[in-house]
């Protein structure tokens, strides 16, 4: 059984201490792979805000996560997502995966990430120089969870 | 039958509330239901119809129309946007 590790938590992400924990960690894994999402600097962006529905969230990094696990049969997933207030270059999101070999951690990590963008309750505000508002969702993100969701379902046909 | 309402992100700002408490007719019985009865009330609430609009029912994600009961909680949730 693979360990899952799910945080939603408003200090910021020890991404170094979390990959340690992955690295080293299990003999059997030949692979590692993590992203690291963080707030672009774009123009007039002060800040960024990530407000979630608590529990709900949990339930669902942690359904995604182990659907992760037992896809790639994964060794550990770490899903790690900041809430609150957030200033340029802070990190956002870490998500990482441990697995026998680098291409089940790769598309792993990949899953995960894109998937979460999607189906976690979590909203973003953007906060600059000339006021605040919503992020809406981008089709680009919808499409990319829909090619995971498709080619899991293909692979199980 | 009584529901509360909770609006998050975008949904809050546009309703200008984050939770309230309805007591409902009997004849409401779902989501579906509600959301005719919301806009009927009150016209910004049309964009609670809108097919991007996520339902969360008692700390569960779940799809559209859903059953209510009488104790609920349903919560409209603009598209997720983390990560």
Not at chain 1, 76 to 89: K, N, P, S, T, W
Not at chain 2, 8 to 33: N, Y
Request: charged letters at 25%; a negative charge; glycine letters at 6%.
């Amino acid at each position: 059984m693979a360990r899952i590790t799910v945080t939603v938590s408003s200090f910021p992400i020890a991404c170094g201490d979390l990959l340690d924990r992955l690295a080293g960690d299990d003999a059997d894994c030949g692979g590692v792979a993590s992203f690291t999402g963080q707030v672009r600097a774009e123009p007039g962006l002060v800040a960024l805000e990530l407000e979630h529905y608590p529990g709900v969230t949990e339930d669902a990094l942690t359904r995604i996560a182990r659907s992760a696990a037992d896809q790639w049969s994964l060794h550990q997933a770490i899903i790690h997502h900041r809430v609150g207030r957030m200033e340029l270059g802070e990190v956002i999101v870490f998500v990482a995966a441990s697995a026998p070999h680098r291409r089940a951690a790769l598309d792993a990590t990949a899953y995960m990430i894109d998937m979460l963008k999607t189906d976690a309750p979590f909203w973003k505000r953007v906060h600059t120089q000339a006021g605040s508002h919503w992020v809406e969702a981008r089709d680009t993100d919808r499409e990319a969870a829909a090619f995971w969701t498709d080619t899991l379902a293909s692979e199980d046909a | 039958m009584k529901i509360t309402i909770r609006y998050m992100a975008a949904l809050r700002d546009r309703m200008g509330q984050s939770e309230c408490v309805l007591d409902l007719p009997d004849t409401i019985t779902d989501s579906a239901a509600l959301t005719a009865h919301l806009r009927a009330a009150d016209p910004a609430a049309e964009a609670l119809e809108h097919p991007s609009i996520r339902l969360i029912r008692n700390d569960e994600i779940v799809a559209k129309p859903v059953a209510l009961e009488t104790g609920d909680t349903l919560a409209f949730c603009p598209p997720f946007t983390g990560g």
